[in-house]
């Protein structure tokens, strides 16, 4: 299903600017969080510069949780309903935890006061990929490790992970001479 509404929490403003007052790290994430809000607006939750900014673990505590990494250990946390996105929460990597504990039992759904909707506008050139009609929290892991597979090459890797690579010729040669 589309992405047709986004659910703003009338206190974001509020998180954002103290994140903005607290620092470097905050304020990069800040940014980051707006840059990611931005995005989805425009281009839904399945576009690259959305996707690539979820955190690997994803978010089981609240169905269809995303939590977005902001990087210096702030996350951004989203709810999708249908064709609405409950942008809910941002902070520290504690505080997250804190406000998911104490509200995965919450019910999301349109028309609670806590949030500012907005009908999003879908350009007539922007359509999403059958995985947004789809959309399971248990895929975010798989998306997140093909988009990261598809990104690196075995150059790479083995530049990565020099200690765990054996050349096939030198292994040969080790066990000729033992």
Not at 20 to 47: F, L, M, P
Not at 137 to 148: F, V, W
Not at 165 to 174: E, H, R, T, V, Y
Request: charge should be negative.
């Amino acid at each position: 299903m589309l992405l047709r509404y986004i659910y703003s929490s009338r206190s974001l403003a509020k998180q954002l600017h103290g994140l903005q007052k607290a620092g470097k790290k905050a304020e990069s994430a800040a940014s980051k969080c707006e840059t990611i809000i931005n995005d989805i607006k425009r281009n839904g939750c399945q576009c690259e510069g959305v996707l690539s900014q979820r955190t690997r673990k994803g978010e089981l505590r609240i169905k269809n949780c995303i939590k977005y990494d902001l990087g210096g250990g702030y996350r951004l946390v989203t709810i999708r309903a249908d064709s609405h996105l409950f942008i809910t929460f941002v902070g520290s990597h504690d505080d997250t935890d804190q406000w998911i504990e104490h509200h995965r039992y919450d019910t999301f759904s349109p028309g609670k006061l806590l949030y500012r909707c907005e009908e999003r506008i879908i350009p007539s050139d922007i359509t999403e990929t059958p995985a947004a009609e789809n959309f399971k929290a248990d895929d975010i892991d798989d998306d997140y490790e093909d988009q990261l597979s598809a990104r690196l090459d075995e150059r790479q890797l083995k530049s990565i992970f020099q200690g765990l690579f054996i050349n096939p010729s030198l292994a040969a040669d080790k066990t000729e001479t033992a």
